[in-house]
């Protein structure tokens, strides 16, 4: 028995001493990664200071580290002025796997352009830049060489803009001036540009520029047509030059019609009455005019309306008005509004739809039954739509992707820089990093690229891979189940449907936390401040400053607290709490008052007027049906009050 234990206390040290071996590799790798994140760091706040030759005695401490060369960027656009384009192309071969590679260029022809290198730039730039900024560099370095014809070419073309051109021409144009290539003519033919976009500060400033009696007098012209459209009748009889006179005709008259359609109206009739006006200009007017009593309480307004849009070819218009006729439920006015559209237009999946209904409506059962049943299995709302009303099972075409490491071997440096960036929360540069490598992949690889981020739970990125890669019937890796243990978590706590707020998360932000609209709107359910502001004390939730907004449990805790609140306002209808958490309660307000109980949801969704708006509502609606599926879920495209509900 003493010899057993013996021998066992034996074995028992050797295999601690060989675990121990086997260990020190991992552990020595992880110390060393440690120690290098630490310099990294070190390093960084040395380049902040600028303290360059400190940064070159501490990185070969980190130069096989995967984000040194992020700080060698640094370092080389500090020292931008001392590099000749040479230099500089080689530092972008260097790296062009990295995404910097592609935004020095930028920078450095700022700095020639302040040295006045203007060869350089020539020599450095040998295609024609990107940027407004950079092309006036350019074309400016050529006239400084020599080159006018090229100069005063790409002068005049970056002249011709309705809106400011950045100060960096200011140089190019004075030149241009001075030769006397920049006429009255162009000074014209500017301004009405800048009508076109609506830029009144441009026209005052081009106004002054001009020079002779005659653009003096036609850019007076331009400048009163402006402040007063509704002078056009007397601008339409005078000599002003064409193709232009057409051209500030029908921009008055949109401005007109914006702010006083019934005014537009009268000008037109009187318009139209003028001989010497293009043929091709009055069917365009009116449509314009015509659309602005999209919403009127008129009949006769709306029988004007309706004629001239019944002479158009404008898909936009008709469908538009197609729209409206859902809304007022007139399904054998709709029938004839779908059949004014193009043929493609028709067969797409939502005119078939509400062709059927307009069909099933007037009495022709047999042939919407079958029009219905023509979509049924395509992948979007309308396919959906029309299961539910046949009562079928929503089915759509599923593909699945498995991953295949040979195809992103050739990438893995790019894709371990990226981890280690996620790992270290630099966001905002692992995104960079993502969409660069996309951009430079084939379709092939892209695929791959999303089943390796979908496999690293890299939610955000996997999204971004299959909308590169176009892969729409990957439902595995278009909707990853993201954050899932959060939404689980407030979904119990408020009674709501984790599928839901999944799938709204999904439309929001495509479950990137740290996702920032442009109008800024926060992570991954893209919350306001201001609603967060008014979420947090109305609900008692501890909430600082709009950076708690990027931390994903506080976003989907203050989300799902207003989602919650929406829908117990509309009691529990996810169609208006939706379309409210999209465009504002305020909007669904309208709407609803608009609809007068008189639609279904289907016809309610398709009414709503922004496209933006109409379009959420659908995608989170199919995606729950997404998400429901892949997770195994019971659940309905549209509960039954929903579906009983007047709209």
């Avoid at 920049?182 to 540009?193: A, C, G, K, W």
């Avoid at 559209?341 to 409506?361: F, G, H, I, N, V």
Wanted: charged share 25%; hydrophobic share 35%; glycine share 4%.
């Amino acid at each position: 028995m003493l010899l057993y234990v013996r021998y066992k206390q034996r074995l028992l040290a050797v295999t601690s001493v060989i675990v121990a071996s086997l260990a020190w590799p991992t552990l020595a790798a992880e110390s060393k990664l440690e120690q290098q994140r630490l310099d990294y760091d070190k390093a960084q706040k040395l380049i902040d200071n600028k303290d360059i030759s400190g940064y070159q005695k501490l990185r070969p401490k980190i130069a096989g580290y995967s984000l040194t060369p992020y700080i060698d960027y640094r370092v080389f656009s500090l020292q931008l002025s001392d590099k000749s384009p040479d230099d500089v192309e080689t530092f972008i071969e260097q790296h062009k796997s990295f995404p910097f590679s592609s935004r020095i260029r930028a920078p450095y022809l700022d700095q020639l352009a302040r040295q006045n290198k203007w060869q350089d730039i020539l020599t450095f730039q040998t295609s024609y830049p990107n940027g407004e900024r950079y092309q006036c560099h350019y074309h400016y370095a050529q006239w400084k060489t020599g080159n006018k014809r090229d100069a005063f070419k790409g002068a005049e073309t970056l002249w011709l803009s309705g809106n400011s051109v950045d100060s960096a021409c200011d140089g190019l144009f004075s030149a241009w001036d001075k030769s006397g290539a920049l006429t009255d003519e162009l000074i014209v033919e500017r301004m009405i540009l800048a009508f076109e976009k609506r830029n009144g500060s441009l026209i005052n400033y081009l106004n002054k520029k001009l020079s002779s009696s005659t653009g003096k007098q036609q850019g007076n012209q331009i400048k009163t047509l402006f402040k007063s459209p509704n002078k056009v009748v007397s601008f339409a009889d005078s000599n002003f030059p064409q193709p232009y006179k057409n051209q500030l005709i029908e921009l008055s008259l949109q401005k007109l019609a914006r702010s006083d359609k019934d005014k537009a109206r009268t000008v037109l009739a009187t318009l139209a009455r003028n001989a010497s006006l293009d043929d091709t200009l009055q069917p365009s007017m009116q449509d314009y005019v015509a659309m602005r009593y999209m919403t009127t309480d008129s009949d006769s307004d709306a029988k004007w309306r309706d004629s001239v849009l019944r002479q158009s070819n404008n898909a936009g218009y008709l469908e538009r008005r197609a729209r409206l006729a859902v809304q007022e439920a007139d399904w054998e006015g709709l029938n004839g509004w779908v059949g004014k559209m193009s043929p493609e237009k028709q067969e797409t999946s939502r005119w078939q739809y509400w062709l059927a209904r307009s069909e099933l409506a007037t009495g022709n059962q047999e042939q919407g039954i079958k029009r219905l049943e023509g979509i049924v299995g395509q992948r979007n709302f309308y396919s959906a739509a029309a299961a539910t009303y046949l009562e079928h099972s929503i089915v759509y075409p599923v593909s699945t992707t498995v991953l295949n490491p040979n195809i992103v071997a050739p990438y893995q440096r790019s894709l371990d820089r990226i981890e280690e960036l996620i790992e270290r929360d630099k966001i905002a540069v692992a995104k960079s990093e993502w969409r660069f490598l996309l951009s430079n992949v084939g379709a092939d690889e892209k695929q791959m690229l999303a089943a390796y981020a979908g496999k690293k739970r890299w939610h955000h990125f996997t999204v971004v891979a299959t909308i590169s890669a176009k892969m729409w019937d990957n439902m595995s890796l278009r909707f990853p189940m993201a954050h899932r243990w959060w939404f689980d978590f407030y979904s119990d706590k408020l009674d709501l449907d984790s599928v839901l707020l999944m799938s709204l998360a999904r439309q929001e932000s495509a479950m990137d936390v740290e996702a920032r609209s442009p109008v800024g709107a926060r992570g991954v359910m893209q919350i306001m401040p201001a609603t967060a502001k008014y979420t947090a004390k109305k609900h008692q939730i501890r909430y600082s400053s709009t950076n708690d907004l990027y931390q994903v449990g506080k976003n989907i805790e203050i989300g799902s607290h207003y989602l919650n609140e929406l829908l117990g306002n509309y009691d529990g209808n996810r169609i208006y709490a939706l379309a409210a958490y999209n465009a504002g309660p305020n909007r669904v307000k309208r709407w609803r008052a608009a609809s007068d109980g008189k639609l279904d949801a289907i016809a309610f969704i398709e009414a709503i007027p922004f496209r933006e708006t109409r379009g959420y509502v659908q995608n989170i609606l199919m995606f729950q049906v997404y998400y429901r599926d892949l997770l195994g879920a019971e659940g309905s495209f549209l509960t039954e009050s929903e579906s009983n509900q007047r709209y």
